[in-house]
């Protein structure tokens, strides 16, 4: 599978796919889906600060510092993965703008700030989304104005205890859903 950058400053460029069967990669018709429908929620990425968490590739994260966001933290555990999410922000030189955690997704600590936009992306099949989401919730990293994006297996829709749904869209064997932080009572 090839991947490339959908839109802004790095268009039509090119990505690694790690060449791993412990990952996934979001095909480009889904991630433009995925972008389509945040764009209309949030108007542009200009200066947002973003994460994508089971990053594969690191496509997400990328494609949103692409559109103008100013941060991206990338969250990989998986070895051939991690090495294509490097050789991906040196080929873009977007080391600057990158925080590369080679970890998994649950061992995150407290967060300095909430972000702005979380891209989830787990195997499909495992709930790990839900559960990372409920826990990055707790510790800080998603907060009342965040937008979540959980993309799961078109036949398992997400259950997420601190979140309400806003939107999802199925695309091809993928659902994806927006969700925002319920606000606590």
Known sequence: MSLRIIAGQWRGRKLQVPESEATRPTSDRTRETLFSMLN???????????????????????????????????????????????????????????????CSVMSLGVAKAPLDVVFLDPPYGTG???VAIDKLVRLGWIGEATWISLETAANEPPQIRSCTLDAERKVGKALISLFRRTNPA
């Open 128 to 130: 790990a989304g839900a």
């Open 40 to 102: 209309s929620r949030l108007g542009s990425f200009d200066g947002l600060a973003v994460a994508d968490l089971f990053a594969g590739s690191g496509a997400l994260g990328l494609e949103a510092l692409s559109r103008g966001a100013a941060s991206a933290i990338i969250v990989e555990q998986d070895p051939p993965a991690i090495r294509a999410i490097r050789a991906n922000i040196a080929n873009l030189r977007a080391q600057a703008q990158c925080d590369v955690r080679a």
